[in-house]
């Protein structure tokens, strides 16, 4: 049979790629959607009772190079929340001095009725992981307060 020449004819063929006009739109998104739902977890803080100085100072080391050390009045140690036996402090420590590059500033905050052979227990694990920016955490809220009296 033949065609005749009014007969309709397929305007449009089968396509083999897909449309991406929107594909920035679903990835931008996507990028929020996660952005929003993430949560980033901080370190719970200890209840280590620091003593109080004369003079402090403040360090300007970025959050991520400072490494928190925290050693309560029974003589547990931990370090970032993470419970670490004494002599295993400078194996903790030295990874994370070398992964920053040199740069990690350890923040030490021993209670003030800790007994001081347990902060010198740690001080010497600190030296075993050549860890040589030691900061010792004071009171400087208390401090401040008692200035402004």
């Given at each position: 049979?033949?065609?005749?020449?009014?007969?309709?004819?397929?305007?449009?063929?089968?396509?083999?790629?897909?449309?991406?006009?929107?594909?920035?739109?679903?990835?931008?998104?996507?990028?929020?959607?996660?952005?929003?739902?993430?949560?980033?977890?901080?370190?719970?803080?200890?209840?280590?009772?620091?003593?109080?100085?004369?003079?402090?100072q403040?360090?300007?080391?970025?959050?991520?190079?400072?490494?928190?050390?925290?050693v309560?009045?029974?003589?547990?140690?931990?370090?970032?929340?993470?419970?670490?036996?004494?002599?295993?402090?400078?194996?903790?420590?030295?990874?994370?001095?070398?992964?920053?590059?040199?740069?990690?500033?350890?923040?030490?905050?021993?209670?003030?009725?800790?007994?001081?052979?347990?902060?010198?227990?740690?001080?010497?694990?600190?030296?075993?992981?050549?860890?040589?920016?030691?900061?010792?955490?004071?009171?400087?809220?208390?401090?401040?307060a008692?200035?402004?009296?």
């Open positions: 049979m033949a065609a005749k020449k009014g007969a309709f004819q397929r305007k449009s063929g089968v396509r083999s790629e897909i449309p991406t006009a929107s594909m920035a739109d679903i990835a931008f998104l996507l990028l929020i959607f996660f952005m929003v739902a993430t949560t980033f977890r901080k370190e719970q803080p200890r209840p280590v009772v620091i003593p109080e100085a004369e003079a402090t403040r360090t300007d080391e970025k959050r991520k190079n400072i490494l928190h050390v925290y309560e009045t029974d003589g547990s140690i931990y370090i970032n929340d993470r419970l670490v036996p004494s002599f295993q402090v400078a194996d903790v420590v030295r990874p994370e001095y070398v992964k920053t590059d040199r740069r990690l500033v350890v923040s030490l905050k021993a209670d003030r009725d800790a007994a001081y052979e347990y902060v010198n227990a740690v001080t010497e694990e600190l030296r075993r992981a050549n860890a040589v920016r030691v900061l010792f955490s004071t009171d400087l809220e208390r401090r401040l008692r200035a402004r009296r």
